[in-house]
C-alpha cells in the first residue's frame, strides 16, 4: 500500500540519503561559482564578490587544549573538497591534519612570520599562535541544508562579474564564460561533473520514483484480491440473509399454526367428555 512505500523510502533511509546528496550538489555550485565569481570584474570595475551565500567552515577547539594556538580554515579549491569533516592535531612540535572519515592526513604546514599555513583537499588553513603537546582543532563544512538555502546576494545586475579583467571592460564576458564552464568540472566527492552528476541523480530518483509507483500498483491488485477472499469468507450477502430469514418466517408460522390446531383438537376432547 502506499503508507508502505513512506514507510519504506523513510527507514531504508532512502530520502535522507537523496537530500544530503542534494545539499553537497548545492553547496558544490555555490562554493566553485562564487570562487569564480570573485576573480572577475564588475561593470563598474569593481572585483567580483560572493554571487550566492557562502559557506562557512566551523572550528571547534577543543575543550582540553593548552595552548593559545587560533586555527582559521577557508575554501581554497572548491573542485576538491570532500565535505568530510577533519581534525589539526598538534604533536611532537608538528601539526597533522586528518580527513576523519577516510584518514587521509597532510603534515605540510608553512611556516610563516605569524604562524603556519596549510591547503589539504580544497581546504586553506592559517594557524597562529603557539600550540601545547595534544591540541587538537575540529573543523566542519556545514552544508546540511544547502538546497533549500540557496540565496543570491546580488541585487543589482551590473554587479556580475562577467569581465575576466579591468581592461575588458565594458562588455567583457571572459568570466562569464568561465562561470558557464563550471558544469563541466569535475568533483572530488562527486567523482564526476556537475553536470554528470545532476543527470545520474534526477536520472536514478525518476527511476526509484517510476518503480515504486509500479509496487504500489502491485499490492493495490493483491490487497484488492485478498479483501474479495476475506469478503467471500466472512461477508455477508443481503440476498442469502433475505432467503434465510423467509425461510424462518415460514417455519415459525408453520410451528403456530401446528400448536393452533392442536390446541383446538385438545378443545373438542374435552368437550366430547362433558
Known sequence: ????????????????AYMNQLDKLAASIVTSFNTQHKKGFALNGSAGVDFFSSLTLTVDDSSTNG??????????????????????TFSQDQFTMRNVKTGATTTEFTKTDFGFTALFEGISIEIVGDASEGDRFDIQIPYSGQAGKIEVLLSDPNQVAAA???????????????????????????????EGFYANFTGEVGNRSELSQRNLSVEEVISGKLDALREEVSGVSLDEEMTNLISFQRAYQASAKLITTADELLQTVIEMKR
Do not use: M, W
Open 164 to 194: 575576466s579583467s579591468a581592461e575588458e571592460l565594458p562588455g567583457g564576458n571572459g568570466n562569464a564564460v568561465l562561470l558557464a564552464q563550471i558544469q563541466d568540472q569535475a568533483f572530488s566527492f562527486l567523482n564526476a561533473t556537475l
Open 67 to 88: 595552548g593559545g594556538a587560533k586555527v582559521s580554515a577557508t575554501i581554497d579549491d572548491s573542485s576538491r573538497l570532500t565535505f568530510d569533516s577533519y581534525e589539526i
Open 1 to 16: 500500500c502506499l503508507c508502505h512505500q513512506k514507510f519504506y523510502a523513510r527507514d531504508d533511509n532512502l530520502l535522507p
